[in-house]
């Protein structure tokens, strides 16, 4: 889920509610989101003055009405400016310490370093590579090097 599905003209927190609304959720929980997500100041603004990372936070906030016990994000820091990059890195390994499952799908190698404890490497649909970050780089300099060797072929043909 991201921001974008809200429509411009409504406020975050109306967005909010109506979701809520819709799963049969408490009111509250809208506040307790907002607050999650850094959202609670411009909770009344219009979705289409809202930034690309603030539209990010309210995609996350929106996932996160039902307290879900597994987080999945696609590209979490795309587009975001260097203070919405270290508010999603912060949130992630918040919830990854209260218990929670959070699963990043990303192709920016350097930044899940910085954010990730496990790492699953994929080529054409197979696993090649899974463990700790550790266990995963152990024999390669970077995350990226341990991706681009484990994933090339060997044809030359690139990934």
Excluded: C
């Excluded at 999945?72 to 209260?98: S, Y």
């Excluded at 930044?111 to 990730?116: D, G, H, I, R």
């Excluded at 054409?124 to 152990?138: K, M, P, Q, R």
């Amino acid at each position: 889920m991201d921001g974008s599905g809200a429509h411009r003209s409504r406020t975050g927190r109306a967005h909010l509610r109506w979701m809520a609304h819709a799963a049969g959720l408490p009111r509250v929980r809208v506040e307790e989101v907002l607050e999650i997500a850094s959202l609670t100041k411009v909770a009344n603004q219009r979705v289409g003055k809202y930034s690309l990372g603030m539209g990010k936070r309210l995609g996350i906030a929106a996932a996160l009405l039902g307290d879900p016990e597994i987080l999945i994000l696609d590209e979490p820091v795309n587009g975001l400016d260097p203070e919405g990059i270290r508010w999603i890195r912060t949130f992630l390994r918040e919830r990854a310490a209260a218990g929670n499952t959070v699963l990043l799908s990303s192709h920016l190698m350097g930044e899940l370093a910085e954010t990730v404890d496990d790492v699953v490497i994929i080529k054409h649909g197979v696993i090649v590579a899974d463990g700790t970050l550790e266990e995963v780089t152990a024999n390669y300099s970077s995350l990226e090097e341990a991706f681009f060797a484990l994933t090339s072929d060997k044809t030359g043909d690139g990934v």
